[in-house]
């Protein structure tokens, strides 16, 4: 049973970091952590940030410049530094993985809130 586990969720003041961690349990053994993705209330769920094996990151223009994605291919987590926090970015984060060999197939943790007050 493949489970990611967010972490590093909380309520922030406009312009403060908060920094999201996303470890995969279970069979992981061929599960690749990809990024993040983020709903807020009565909109779609939208990419924030993906990052290969290899490093090469990939943002939402909405966080170019603010956030930044890593990942320990050894532990096989992934993290997101947010800084310069706006009520925007608002919403809950899901971690984001998949597996190389059943095309396809995508995993979501529950998500950790994110709240940024003005």
């Known amino acids: 049973q493949v489970q990611l586990v967010e972490s590093g969720g909380g309520l922030v003041q406009a312009g403060g970091s908060l920094r999201l961690s996303c470890v995969v349990s279970?069979?992981?053994?061929?599960?690749?952590?990809k990024g993040w993705y983020r709903q807020a209330p009565g909109k779609q769920r939208e990419l924030v940030a993906t990052?290969?094996?290899?490093?090469?990151?990939n943002y939402a223009d909405s966080v170019k410049g603010r956030f930044t994605i890593s990942r320990d291919n050894a532990k096989n987590m992934v993290f997101l530094q947010m800084n310069s926090l706006k009520p925007e970015d608002t919403a809950v984060y899901y971690c984001n993985a998949d597996n190389p060999f059943l095309p396809g197939t995508q995993y979501w943790g529950q998500g950790t809130q994110v709240t940024v007050s003005s």
């Open positions: 990052v290969t094996r290899g490093g090469s990151p």
């Open positions: 279970g069979s992981s053994v061929r599960i690749n952590v």
